[in-house]
């Protein structure tokens, strides 16, 4: 059974950079083929995919926020990492982790719980 955990400040200040990692355990992130996402949802809206990270180390990033996003891996504990910099309170919002099969866009077979970022001074 795969299961994904993400940590990281709650509170972040606006201009500062969010860092989040997620730790996977049940099955390594180097495993073909498998991609590991970051996907938020602010306060009332929908899922947004912010970027993944491929079982090779290939990122890919949503074209509205690759400016400002960076997806890293650490493979020897099993954990990835999002940064997201110049923050604003719009980046208020409960961010997941997800695993998905085949391609960045793939459906998701395992999510983490999400954890609540709030941007506020």
């Known amino acids: 059974q795969v299961q994904l955990q993400e940590s990281g400040p709650g509170l972040v200040k606006p201009s500062q950079t969010l860092s989040l990692t997620c730790t996977v355990s049940?099955?390594?992130?180097?495993?073909?083929?498998?991609?590991w996402s970051w996907i938020r949802q602010p306060p009332g809206k929908g899922l947004e995919w912010m970027g993944a990270?491929?079982?090779?180390?290939?990122?890919y990033y949503s074209p509205s926020l690759k400016s400002r996003t960076s997806i890293s891996r650490d493979t020897s504990k099993n954990q990835f990492t999002l940064q997201l910099s110049s923050v604003t309170p719009e980046d208020t919002a409960v961010y997941y982790c997800?695993?998905?099969?085949?391609?960045?866009?793939?459906?998701?077979?395992?999510w983490g719980q999400g954890t609540q970022v709030t941007v506020s001074s």
């Open positions: 997800a695993r998905a099969e085949g391609g960045s866009s793939s459906p998701y077979d395992y």
């Open positions: 049940g099955g390594s992130i180097t495993t073909n083929y498998y991609y």
């Open positions: 990270i491929a079982y090779s180390g290939s990122t």
